[in-house]
Nanobody, 124 residues
Framework: QVQLVESGGGLVQAGGSLRLSCAAS????????IGWFRQAPGTEREFVAA????????DYADFVKGRFTISRDNTKSTAFLQMNSLKPEDTAVYYC?????????????????WGQGTQVTVSS
């Protein structure tokens, strides 16, 4: 089992920045890819970014490329999502997830463990 707890969400004006954290406990953090997903009201959960076990490979949804950066610190069992140039359409609950597929995944069914989410609200 891996327990994931997100933090760092909040209310920010358009153009601002937030840094989300995903703290893990339980099994060895470095065994898992970490993904960030988001879900806005009335929409399906969508992929945002992912990072491989060692941090050497990353993947981003097109709508966040150049604005968001995913990273991880395996010594602290924590992953991060730095979000810059935020837009109102980025408003959603953001979830981190851990998966152990062979390759880095962008589908939610490729991730086994999920956090409870943190709300991000971007005002115009």
């Amino acid at each position: 089992q891996v327990q994931l707890v997100e933090s760092g969400g909040g209310l920010v004006q358009a153009g601002g920045s937030l840094r989300l954290s995903c703290a893990a406990s339980g099994r060895t953090f470095s065994r898992y890819h970490i993904g960030w997903f988001r879900q806005a009201p009335g929409t399906e959960r969508e992929f945002v970014a992912a990072i491989s076990r060692g941090g050497s490979n990353t993947d981003y949804a097109d709508f966040v490329k150049g604005r968001f950066t995913i990273s991880r610190d395996n010594t602290k069992s924590t992953a991060f999502l730095q979000m810059n140039s935020l837009k109102p359409e980025d408003t959603a609950v953001y979830y981190c997830a851990a998966g152990n597929t062979l390759v880095l995944g962008s589908r939610s069914d490729e991730y086994v463990y999920w956090g409870q989410g943190t709300q991000v609200t971007v005002s115009s």
